[in-house]
């Protein structure tokens, strides 16, 4: 039986599009759709949709119609504000046998709240950086000697590393406060960043793979540069918490670790696949071939930590050339 997939804000990504094809293997096709027809990963796919930007009142219907026509079996996004929006959805797919790749409305609003975030990992007892939502709170947090500058202040609600700027002075905070809406504070972690790769069974909930990779250069808020790495102990606590939280699919998480009091923070946790990867995929860490068999009704096997350590990913640009006549409209 072919297995159809619909990828949703497509953009630059064509290694997400390339792995499902090459996972496929011509028994099934991939679409894949944008708001923009220069956005060059639709191109890699079987076939390319132009469709409105997300806020568009009408943009779900003509998702909704995109997948009866084209025979869609699972659909998801690789951008953060589409994922609240295809799980608030998810009924209005599966009626007509759409399954969307996505965790539950409540963890993606939760996931994309960086303060929500922080609440939960607090709540259940995971390291993580101290916030606060106001300049008062951090004051206050500052005279009773819990945090210090600097600090990072970022968008409440963000992402790719947009507005987050380090702060050094109460001056340059009040300014930021002043100029932008909706802004955290967050303590300044310490320590190397890493990134997790996670996929969580569909069907069992069960995690059954992860990978881990120290984080070497940063660009945009996308891994640049990166070397694979295992820690069984952090394994155990991601499958833990992703299995308590409730998470489904992929997801991408941002951590930190500090060696001086040997302690992993969980910084974000971001339900979709993340930038980096395509390095656990060409280390054989397959989330394609998990979601194909879910979406066959196959559960997968647990199969943690597989994949060779001491590998290392390095992003380099790539053009797609097209004349305007082979542009899709």
Request: charged share 25%; net charge negative.
């Amino acid at each position: 039986m072919s297995t159809n997939i619909l990828i949703l804000s497509a953009g630059t990504r064509n290694k997400v599009v390339q792995a499902f094809k090459h996972e496929l293997a011509n028994n099934g096709n991939v679409i894949a759709t944008d708001c923009s027809n220069i956005g060059p990963a639709i191109y890699d796919a079987d076939k390319a949709v132009i469709v409105p930007k997300i806020k568009d009142p009408f943009y779900i219907d003509q998702i909704l119609g995109i997948c009866k026509k084209e025979k869609i079996n699972g659909v998801f996004s690789l951008i953060d504000p589409e994922l609240s929006l295809l799980a608030e959805n998810m009924d209005r797919f599966t009626e007509i046998g759409v399954t969307p790749i996505v965790s539950s409305y409540e963890l993606c609003e939760t996931s994309l709240d960086k303060y929500q975030m922080y609440e939960m990992l607090v709540k259940l007892g995971i390291p993580t950086a101290k916030c606060y939502l106001s300049i008062e709170d951090f004051e206050n947090a500052m005279s009773a000697g819990e945090v210090s500058y600097p600090v990072f202040v970022k968008p409440r609600r963000g992402s790719a590393s947009i507005n987050i700027n380090a702060v050094e002075s109460k001056e340059m905070l009040i300014a930021l406060f002043h100029d932008y809406d909706d802004l955290i504070i967050q303590e300044y972690m310490q320590g190397q960043e890493y990134g997790a790769d996670v996929y969580i069974d569909m069907i069992s909930g069960k995690c059954t793979s992860i990978f881990l990779k120290e984080k070497i250069k940063m660009r945009a808020g996308e891994t640049d540069k990166s070397v694979s790495v295992k820690d069984e102990r952090l394994f155990e606590q991601i499958v833990s918490f992703v299995e308590t939280v409730g998470y489904r699919g992929m997801i991408d998480i941002d951590l930190f670790y500090d060696n001086a009091t040997d302690t992993w923070y969980l910084s974000e946790v971001n339900p979709r696949f993340g930038g980096g990867y395509p390095h656990a995929y060409a280390c054989g860490v397959n989330f394609p071939r998990q979601i194909i068999n879910n979406l066959k009704g196959i559960e997968n096997p647990v199969n943690i930590g597989d994949y060779q350590e001491g590998v290392y990913m390095m992003k380099y640009n790539e053009i797609c050339v097209l004349p305007e006549e082979k542009l899709v409209k």
